[in-house]
């Protein structure tokens, strides 16, 4: 796993408030940061795609381990 | 990039149509869309500073029974004494165990995001509505008001 500057840990909650505290850190870091979300909502891989997609914020990574979803967003 | 804009109109009271106008003005805030809910009629409640909304199983096939009690309680049962509680409470359980965001949580996330929430005038007379009963930051308007956005709007839904 990359390095990243900040971790959220969204287990255990569903759509869409993984994506509503993700938008929420990401407005605490600097542009070119790495956010580190995990979350356990099957929703949120295509959700967090689609976030980037539309904020243009980028999706680094996007992978399953254990059960749980891990995303690293860069901050535009 | 030019702001997109979604409109919302919320016309239902109940717990479970609470959810859709809250759920996609906030994710479409996070998204980055500028966004407006105008609240008519039942959906006035969704305003209120304690909400008491329900659920009901009356007319409302498709709705998910646990434990097989459509079957035990056909049509007719639906509307015993105690049942919209019950199902009302039975939901909520459900949905805080499966980590869904409350009513007041995803409307909170809503106001902190700038979505603008306007109250329908025309109901608030006609049902004689207490405005003080109604949360802070939302503002009054009629059919006019909910068009100067949505006539600008990219997606407008009616719920």
Known sequence: ?76 | MEEKKLAIIATKGSLDWAYPPFILASTAAALGYQVQVFFTFYGLQLLKKKLSLEVTPLGNPGMPMPMGMDKWFPVLGMALPGMQAMMTAMMKDKMKKKGVASVEELRELCQEAEVKLIACQMTVDLFDMDTSAFIEGIEYGGAATFFEFAGESDICLYI
């Open chain 1, 1 to 76: 796993m990359s390095a990243f500057d900040q971790e959220l840990d969204a287990s255990g909650l569903n759509c869409p408030l993984p994506i509503l505290r993700a938008k929420k850190t990401l407005a605490s870091l600097s542009s070119g940061q790495v956010l580190h979300i995990i979350a356990t909502d099957p929703g949120s891989v295509k959700d967090f795609d689609a976030f980037a997609k539309q904020t243009g914020n980028e999706l680094i990574e996007s992978r399953e381990e254990g059960g749980k979803f891990h995303f690293l967003i860069k901050k535009a």
